[in-house]
């Protein structure tokens, strides 16, 4: 996929984005922050066997964290989490297909650090 694709996949996912909402009866919640600019991200999910069933995201920011959120809950939902063990900071910028600086980069990352966090128990449920 060429980089303007990638761009314009972004910005729809921003417009438009995927599984925004909240899970009244999720089994793990979590809010990440970036201090640096000010972006939030509250994941919520539920996990049944080892494998995300449902996720959303709400959200405050800049277009690249918000985008990436919906982004990554299309890419996990369904997934096992012992899957996502082979997501690497790396692998998801790459498959995000943009360029970013590092202080974007953060902003990608927010929702996948918060994913990380709230599978390992760092977050908050019900």
Do not use: W
């Not at 980089?3 to 995927?18: F, G, K, L, S, T």
């Not at 600019?37 to 277009?63: A, W």
């Amino acid at each position: 996929m060429s980089e303007d694709i990638a761009y314009e996949v972004m910005m729809d996912h921003y417009r438009n984005p995927h599984n925004y909402g909240t899970i009244e009866n999720a089994t793990n919640r979590i809010t990440e922050y970036n201090p640096i600019c000010g972006d939030t991200v509250h994941l919520e999910m539920i996990i049944n066997e080892g494998r995300i069933e449902d996720i959303k995201f709400v959200g405050r920011g800049c277009s690249i964290s918000q985008a990436s959120a919906s982004i990554l809950t299309e890419t996990v939902k369904g997934k096992s989490i012992s899957s996502l063990n082979d997501l690497t900071d790396q692998k998801y910028l790459m498959d995000l297909g943009v360029s970013l600086g590092p202080a974007r980069e953060r902003c990608a990352l927010l929702s996948l650090n918060a994913l990380r966090k709230a599978i390992a128990g760092d977050g908050t449920a019900p």
